[in-house]
Nanobody
Framework: EVQLVESGGGLVQAGGSLRLSCAAS????????IGWFRQAPGKEREGVSC????????YYADSVTGRFTISSDNAKNTVYLQMNSLKPEDTAVYYC?????????????????WGQGTQVTVSS
């Protein structure tokens, strides 16, 4: 059974940091691309960052470039999203998702498996 479990969300003041984790099981981690998405109330789900577990290539949305860093620990089947210099507009439910292959993709519909999400709230 494929499972993605996010953790690390919470409440933080603007300018603070959080590190999200996505623990994966039930599939061959090295053969997948893992993405982080977020959805704020009343808004569409948007791609934040993703990483190809096979070659380590990454993508960042313009809104988070320079503040967020995605990394992968293949030995632990875990992907991390380090979020620094957080802003109130980063407030959202953050989801990790997995899709087979090494091609980076930012469209939610291209991902096959999803975690349950973790809330990130940034206060001003």
């Amino acid at each position: 059974e494929v499972q993605l479990v996010e953790s690390g969300g919470g409440l933080v003041q603007a300018g603070g940091s959080l590190r999200l984790s996505c623990a994966a099981s039930g599939f061959t981690f090295d053969d997948y691309t893992i993405g982080w998405f977020r959805q704020a109330p009343g808004k569409e789900r948007e791609g934040v960052s993703c990483i190809s577990s096979s070659d380590g290539s990454t993508y960042y949305a313009d809104s988070v470039t320079g503040r967020f860093t995605i990394s992968s620990d293949n030995a632990k089947n875990t992907v991390y999203l380090q979020m620094n210099s957080l802003k109130p507009e980063d407030t959202a439910v953050y989801y990790c998702a997995a899709r087979p292959g090494e091609t980076i993709a930012t469209i939610p519909e291209l991902y096959d498996y999803w975690g349950q999400g973790t809330q990130v709230t940034v206060s001003s």
